[in-house]
C-alpha cells in the first residue's frame, strides 16, 4: 500500500496544477472576452473578478451579463446600418401636419405649410434656409427675406452745420501757442 502513495499524490498534484491551470486560462479569457466587448474599466474589473472568486459559477455568471456583441461588430453593424440610411431616399415630413411631403413640393398639399421656395432666375425649389441658389448661384430665399440692417449709431457727435466751415468742412482744431512763429 505504501508505494501506491506516490502516485496518487503525483496525480492530485498533476490534477490541482491542472486546474490551477485551467483557473488561470479563464482568467485569461474572461480578461480579453470583456475587452473587445467593452471599454468600461469597472466593467473588466468586476468580470475578472467574478471568475477569479467563483470559478465555474462566476463563468457561468459572465456569460450570462457579458454584453451580446463585441466593439467590432458593433462597429460594423453601425457603418452597415448608416450604409443602409444613406442608400435610402429622403423623405420629408411636413413640419405642420407630420404627413409626408416629396422633396419637390414647395408647399405642403395637406395643410399649406411652406416648405420651400422656387428659385426667381432658374424655378428649381429651395430650401428655406439657403442663402444661394445652388443650381444657377442666384440669391436664395434667405437673402431675399431678410431685411437690409439698420444703420449702427455711431458714438462720436456729428458736426453741426453752424459749427461747418465755409466750404462744409469741419473748422481745422486750433493748435495752442509755443511763443515761435513758423518761417
Not at 27 to 43: L, P
Not at 93 to 102: E, N, S
Not at 138 to 149: C, E, H, Y
Not at 160 to 180: D, I, V, W
Request: hydrophobic share 40%; net charge positive; aromatic share 8%.
Amino acid at each position: 500500500m505504501d508505494s501506491w502513495q506516490p502516485i496518487i499524490a503525483l496525480v492530485a498534484a498533476i490534477l490541482i496544477a491542472y486546474v490551477f491551470i485551467l483557473w488561470l486560462g479563464t482568467i485569461f479569457w474572461v480578461y480579453r472576452d470583456i475587452r473587445e466587448r467593452t471599454r468600461d474599466g469597472w466593467s473588466h474589473a468586476i468580470s475578472v473578478a467574478l471568475v477569479a472568486l467563483l470559478t465555474l459559477p462566476g463563468l457561468i455568471l459572465y456569460l450570462m451579463i457579458r454584453p451580446r456583441d463585441t466593439l467590432l461588430e458593433a462597429y460594423e453593424r453601425r457603418l452597415e446600418t448608416e450604409a443602409l440610411i444613406g442608400d435610402m431616399p429622403e423623405r420629408r415630413i411636413c413640419p405642420g401636419c407630420q404627413r409626408p411631403a416629396r422633396p419637390d413640393y414647395l408647399v405642403c398639399p395637406h395643410c399649406r405649410t411652406g416648405l420651400r421656395q422656387a428659385c426667381k432666375s432658374c424655378h428649381k425649389p429651395l430650401e428655406l434656409t439657403w442663402v444661394a441658389c445652388p443650381y444657377c448661384a442666384a440669391t436664395g430665399p434667405q437673402q431675399m427675406t431678410m431685411p437690409a440692417a439698420p444703420p449702427i449709431p455711431s458714438a462720436a457727435p456729428q458736426p453741426s452745420a453752424t459749427s461747418m466751415g465755409a466750404e462744409g468742412a469741419p473748422p481745422a482744431p486750433s493748435r495752442p501757442s509755443t511763443g515761435r512763429t513758423s518761417p
